[in-house]
């Protein structure tokens, strides 16, 4: 016998409803476990995000973020505990591709474990440039940043950078081009060319929020255009951002107060700094210059 209309309407309603609240549901466990792992709470992330795929099983954005809290554990325990915190990061990773194979945190995360993971633990090139391979086919600008981490990791400078260059090329504005180019430019100490990067994206954004907070890092590690880096550091702090972002903050203030150091402004440094550790305890070298600035008074 048919349904009357007006049922299936409300049967379809009630789905639509049903779903919503799931998507809610599993967005707060989310928002629950990037907090405890902000926060450096890294039992507690644990057993949340235990928690949350035991609820949501089929989420893969729960099983990248249960995998890097399995991580902080890893880095936490004994050699005895590691290996087998260390194999169910890489479980909760492979997880997380098989049910989504478009999820590139996943990937990009498996890359790095397999790189950096003995054979023993699952570890091996061929395994990370099968990952990077995948995302080549997905994005050729996340491709190219996959292939310059496998050549930075076996000592090909030049192949990394090369990679890298192409990377930012095809995606100018991508948060991991950007970030994979800056980092490099950074560790070889590169600031001029650092800087004009960063000078150059916030002439084209500057209503980027990021753009800001990098270009008063490249100020603060480099130690060159201290009143600018300042300026955007400033201007960053003030700006709205995703709650996902908020993180960040604690970042801005410690690379502020490296600054503010930089520029004699003791006082105003050690203000940053308190405010760093303040604003997210997973910044020990926040927690270090606080320290060292307050005992050299």
């Keep these: 016998m048919k349904r009357p209309f007006g049922k299936l309407l409300l049967a379809a309603l009630l789905g639509i409803a049903a779903s919503s609240t799931a998507l809610a549901s599993t967005d707060a466990a989310l928002a629950?476990?990037?907090?405890?792992?902000g926060s450096n709470q890294i039992e507690a992330a644990v057993k949340a995000g235990e928690k949350a795929v035991e609820s949501y099983p089929d989420d893969a954005r729960l099983w990248v973020w249960l995998g890097r809290a399995y991580g902080r554990r890893a880095l936490e325990a004994n050699l005895l505990a590691r290996a087998g915190w260390a194999g169910k990061t890489r479980d909760a990773w492979?997880?997380?591709?098989?049910?989504?194979?478009n999820n590139l945190d996943a990937r990009f995360d498996l890359i790095q474990y397999y790189l950096q993971a003995p054979a023993m633990l699952g570890g091996g090139v061929d395994k990370a440039k099968a990952q990077a391979e995948a995302i080549t086919q997905m994005n050729a600008a996340h491709g190219k940043i996959a292939l310059g981490s496998i050549a930075m990791t076996q000592k090909d400078k030049a192949g990394a950078e090369a990679a890298w260059r192409e990377a930012i090329g095809l995606a100018p504005t991508d948060p991991r081009a950007r970030n994979a180019w800056s980092s490099f430019l950074s560790r070889e100490e590169r600031w001029d060319e650092l800087l004009a990067f960063w000078?150059?994206?916030?002439?084209?954004?500057?209503?980027?929020?990021?753009?800001?907070?990098?270009?008063?890092?490249?100020?603060?590690v480099s130690g060159r255009n201290l009143e600018q880096g300042l300026a955007a550091f400033d201007r960053f702090l003030t700006m709205p951002k995703?709650?996902?972002?908020?993180?960040?903050?604690g970042a801005a203030e410690w690379r502020r107060g490296q600054v503010l150091e930089k520029l004699g402004r003791t006082d105003?440094?050690?203000?940053?700094?308190?405010?760093?550790?303040?604003?997210n305890s997973m910044l020990p070298d926040a927690k270090k210059d606080l320290e060292r600035l307050s005992s050299a008074r």
């Design 94 to 101: 492979e997880k997380a591709v098989e049910l989504d194979p």
């Design 32 to 37: 629950e476990l990037r907090q405890l792992l």
């Design 199 to 220: 000078n150059e994206q916030a002439a084209a954004y500057p209503d980027e929020s990021i753009v800001q907070f990098q270009l008063g890092r490249a100020s603060a």
């Design 242 to 249: 995703p709650a996902e972002d908020l993180l960040v903050n």
């Design 268 to 279: 105003d440094a050690l203000a940053a700094y308190q405010a760093a550790v303040d604003a």
